[in-house]
């Protein structure tokens, strides 16, 4: 099975969007959410756990606590789906 990076990146990119309302096209590719976005940490778990839903990976709060970019986040979908696939 094929995991479309791109896709995970822009759906990822869509739920930041709908938990912080910052505009898709300000969210790239590379940012920090933290340094950059300047997000608590409550918004970082909404967002891990929003995208733990969305990709049912059932994954742990510390998992999703390693969440610090986009980059990261695509990561751990692509990485955590991949891994299915193969099982």
Known sequence: ???DVEAIRSR???IIAQVTGIPVAEIGDRVSLVEDLDLDSLSLMEIG???D????????DEALQGIGSVEDAVTLVRDTLAARAVA
Request: proline letters at 0%; aromatic letters at 12%.
């Open 1 to 3: 099975m094929e995991v």
């Open 12 to 14: 990822i990119k869509e």
């Open 49 to 51: 756990v929003d995208v």
């Open 53 to 60: 839903y969305e990709y049912r990976l059932g994954l742990g």
